[in-house]
């Protein structure tokens, strides 16, 4: 019981931040703090990552003549064009959230949300 | 030169989207160079089609042969999607200049040219890779150059809905992520053919369970499985014409194809079906996407967002060919992958020539319009037949195997419920039709003249082609039944 707590911590940490992520993106009304939501859930996938290359008693991967076992080093690859990844999806979202707040005058859902039902509207009295 | 096809048809598009960038100004230039890219490409991958009929290609990248390097393989199936994506950029490059001209500012125009680049090397990338991590890297490029070519829609909501298909497309990418992750975990690689030979032995393994949801939710996110699809009306509704196009008839494919290939390749029959019995699940949501977004289409005052209502239900039959399980049910899904590209890319190519004219696509300014602009509506009517299933069109040709499908298991209940779809399809379709053809324009003094030739020429292209197809189907039919088979013996 303890070791499934204690030994696999790195797990623990990535559930909780990617919990928790996930909580900021559905439950938050401000599109800023979505994005930041976002961040940290595919930041819980990194540490994922990160942790899964590390091999007990290994070595950072560098060649050295004294050195036997390594940490796996391909997971670390692979995070890093994912962070890339990252960086370019949260640019994107903010640029879109900089049009969204000139086109719209705000930034929060339910406002928008609220907008664009007013635009519908009054097409809806033109039928009647 | 041609032995190095299948790296050329994802990395020329990927090479030339700069170039269109750093000449954004000139946009008539990039419209040239673009559609020379995808005549190439649609060369490559007819040619490749051919070359995968005779047996598997494979192609190592940089010469690393495969557990190191990355490989793209190219069997019949993923030679098929190949095709039909750069089919249809061929024909959408061209459209694109006059479409674009009325929906998107001049200053864009370049940009617009190197996000489709972008999103079509992503999505050609998808479909030819071997390599699970590649496929997310690729998926990305796919889906971040979307999200900003949906953002180009001159109505407002257009970034409201990009944003959000943004925040849902990131979810499901990274759902994706964490799969291949946990696969890696387990087997200690990521090349597909190697993940499908490792996987055999740890079916009882809990990880591969968890990676296996992960990896169906991810990408039933991106391909609009039902209550995953609520990004897809208001992105294609709001996104430029020439835009919906495109995603419409490839974007959702591809998501099936990647569906189908770690269903049935990578996981395996036994261990998707016949362990975790993931039919099911195929087949219910399929089945409520069909009445679901058919009921709601009807009720849409927008009719790009009707059809994309209709998109949903139209991937909905998709589902329920591959849930089947048999080798019509099969036969069915690769058809409709083809025959919907097809079709949606007629009638949202007509919608494209009336946004052209009237400005958008509200049900109520259309009234009229069939006298107008005849040949437009006439496309529009061909290819709303076509959708509805009348015999000769391609629509038929799906639904009548997916129907075969279903008597075969004996399942009367989902004959009906196709038959009834379909009837719903002529209800919105006729809403439409009645609109064009019947009533008069509110303000009378209304007049607008048939769209141009370049948008009505690829148009009618596509239109030929759901005839030409339905009307003379053996070569689809047998492919699609030849590559079914395939499919349910690979895994056994």
């Not at chain 2, 007819?46 to 190219?74: D, H, K, N, S, T």
């Not at chain 2, 968890?210 to 990896?215: E, G, K, N």
């Not at chain 2, 009719?303 to 994309?308: C, E, G, H, V």
């Not at chain 2, 529009?380 to 279903?406: D, N, Q, R, Y």
């Amino acid at each position: 019981m303890i070791d499934s707590i204690v030994g696999l911590y790195n797990y623990w940490i990535a559930i909780f931040l990617m919990m928790a992520g996930f909580y900021t993106v559905i439950a938050s009304d401000n599109l800023v703090k979505k994005i930041v939501g976002l961040n940290i859930f595919q930041t819980s996938v990194f540490i994922l990552y990160i942790s899964l290359g590390k091999v007990e008693g290994g070595s950072p991967p560098i060649v050295s003549a004294n050195i036997d076992v390594y940490s796996n080093p391909l997971p670390h690859v692979l995070i890093l064009t994912a962070i890339v990844v990252g960086v370019a999806t949260t640019a994107l979202g903010l640029s879109l959230i900089i049009r969204i707040k000139k086109a719209y005058g705000s930034v929060e859902e339910s406002d928008i949300i609220e907008a664009d039902q007013q635009m519908l509207e009054p097409t809806q009295d033109e039928k009647q | 030169m041609m032995t190095h096809g299948p790296i050329l048809q994802v990395v020329l598009p990927l090479l030339v989207a700069p170039i269109c960038f750093v000449f954004s100004r000139f946009h008539r230039f990039c419209w040239i160079v673009a559609c020379v890219i995808s005549w190439i490409g649609l060369f490559i991958s007819i040619r490749l089609f051919f070359q995968a009929e005779q047996g598997v290609i494979v192609y190592e990248l940089g010469g690393w042969a495969a557990p190191w390097g990355i490989e793209y393989v190219i069997d019949r199936l993923n030679a098929f999607i190949l095709v039909i994506i750069s089919a249809v950029a061929a024909i959408v490059f061209p459209y694109s200049l006059t479409s674009i001209k009325a929906e998107i500012d001049p200053r864009q125009r370049g940009l617009y040219f190197t996000c489709m680049l972008l999103c079509l090397a992503g999505l050609l990338g998808i479909a030819i890779t071997g390599d699970a991590f590649n496929l997310f890297v690729l998926l990305e490029i796919s889906s971040l150059s979307t999200y900003t070519l949906i953002a180009l829609g001159r109505d407002r909501r257009a970034l409201a809905s990009s944003f959000q298909y943004l925040i849902m497309g990131t979810i499901g990418a990274t759902f994706i992520l964490i799969s291949v992750g946990l696969l890696y975990s387990l087997t200690g690689t990521l090349n597909m053919a190697d993940l499908a030979e490792r996987t055999q032995n740890l079916h009882t393994s809990r990880t591969l369970k968890v990676a296996y949801s992960f990896l169906i939710v991810g990408i039933g996110l991106k391909l609009a499985m039902f209550p995953l699809h609520l990004w897809l009306p208001n992105a294609y509704a709001y996104a430029p014409s020439a835009v919906t196009v495109f995603l419409a008839s490839t974007a959702t494919k591809v998501a099936i194809y990647v569906l189908l290939r770690f269903l049935f390749n990578v996981f395996g029959i036994t261990f998707s079906f016949e362990l975790l019995q993931t039919e099911w699940i195929l087949i219910g949501l399929g089945l409520i996407s069909m009445l679901f977004a058919s009921i709601v289409a009807v009720f849409q005052q927008n009719i790009k967002r009707m059809l994309a209502y209709s998109s949903v239900a139209q991937v909905g039959y998709i589902l329920l060919g591959i849930g089947l399980l048999n080798i019509n049910g099969l036969t069915a899904a690769l058809l409709h992958i083809f025959n919907h590209a097809l079709i949606k890319g007629a009638l949202f190519m007509s919608l494209g020539a009336i946004c052209f004219r009237v400005g958008n696509t509200e049900l109520k300014n259309i009234a009229g319009i069939g006298r107008m602009m005849p040949w437009t509506m006439a496309a529009f009517v061909a290819g709303g037949i076509s959708l509805i299933g009348i015999p000769s069109s391609v629509g038929f040709i799906s639904k009548w195997f997916l129907i075969l499908a279903a008597i075969e298991k004996g399942w009367w209940p989902i004959v009906v419920i196709i038959s009834i779809c379909s009837l719903i399809a002529v209800a919105y379709i006729w809403r439409v039709i009645e609109t064009a053809y019947f009533k008069t324009p509110q303000d009378s003094g209304t007049r607008y003249v048939e769209a141009p030739l370049s948008l009505l020429i690829p148009t009618w292209i596509l239109v030929f082609l759901n005839y030409l197809f339905g009307t003379s189907a053996t070569f689809t039919i047998d492919f699609a039944a030849t590559t079914a088979t395939l499919l349910l013996g690979a895994g056994r």
